[in-house]
């Protein structure tokens, strides 16, 4: 599933690996990650990194203050969605955004509203547009 997952992103474009985040001989993490989640994007993805986020600080990419739950990268990009056996739910390994549009068209859970139960889908999008980084068009 995961497999399935990470051919579509681009990071295996550009030959990210899964062992570039799992180490399969074993680490003291969950899911036998080299560093816990959030810690590993840091090590290719800090502030103006190349590789984005194209911020100069992590706080303006995340619209949430750091350290915070609403900052976690996998949070936003690995939401829990991929159903296994029953109503187990693992990590998307696409590393996309699932956007409100796509929760009304097809039903996929978004983070934003995931997190923030009590709220529509109408204003989790109606939020993005007055994200200043990004383009209107991107995050319908
Ligand atoms: C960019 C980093 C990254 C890459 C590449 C990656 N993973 Fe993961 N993977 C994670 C993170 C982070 C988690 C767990 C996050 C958490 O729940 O704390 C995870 C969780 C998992 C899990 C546990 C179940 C789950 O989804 O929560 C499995 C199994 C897994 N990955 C397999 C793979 C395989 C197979 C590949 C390659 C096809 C791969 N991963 C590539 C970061 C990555
Ligand atoms: C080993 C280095 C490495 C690690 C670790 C890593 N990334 Fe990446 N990531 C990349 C590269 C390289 C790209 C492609 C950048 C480009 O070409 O624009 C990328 C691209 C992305 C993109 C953009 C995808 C798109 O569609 O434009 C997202 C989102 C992303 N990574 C999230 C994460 C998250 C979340 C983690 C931690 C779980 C993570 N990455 C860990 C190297 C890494
Ligand atoms: C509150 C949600 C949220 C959190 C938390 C978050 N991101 Fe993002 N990220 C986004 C959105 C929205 C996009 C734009 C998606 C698109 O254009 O399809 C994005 C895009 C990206 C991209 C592509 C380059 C760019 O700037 O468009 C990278 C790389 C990335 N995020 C990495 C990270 C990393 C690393 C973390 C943790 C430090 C993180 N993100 C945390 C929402 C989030």
């Not at 497999?3 to 295996?12: L, T």
């Not at 296994?84 to 990590?91: E, F, S």
């Given at each position: 599933m995961q497999?399935?997952?990470?051919?579509?992103?681009?990071?295996?474009r550009r030959g990210v690996t899964c062992f570039s985040c799992h180490d399969v001989h074993g680490t003291d993490n969950y899911a036998q990650l080299r560093k816990p989640g959030d810690q590993l994007c840091l090590d290719c993805h800090g502030p103006l990194?190349?590789?984005?986020?194209?911020t100069g600080t992590i706080e303006e990419h995340?619209?949430?203050k750091e350290g915070s739950a609403g900052s976690s990268c996998i949070a936003c990009h690995?939401?829990?969605?991929?159903?296994?056996?029953?109503?187990?739910?693992?990590?998307?390994h696409t590393f996309a955004f699932i956007t409100p549009a796509m929760t009304d068209k097809y039903k996929i859970p978004n983070p934003g509203t995931t997190c923030h139960s009590d709220k529509t889908t109408a204003w989790a999008a109606e939020s993005l547009q007055?994200?200043?980084e990004r383009s209107p068009w991107r995050v319908e």
């Open positions: 497999g399935n997952d990470f051919v579509q992103s681009v990071m295996c990194s190349l590789n984005g986020p194209r995340t619209h949430h690995m939401p829990q969605i991929e159903t296994t056996i029953a109503d187990v739910k693992v990590r998307a007055h994200w200043p």
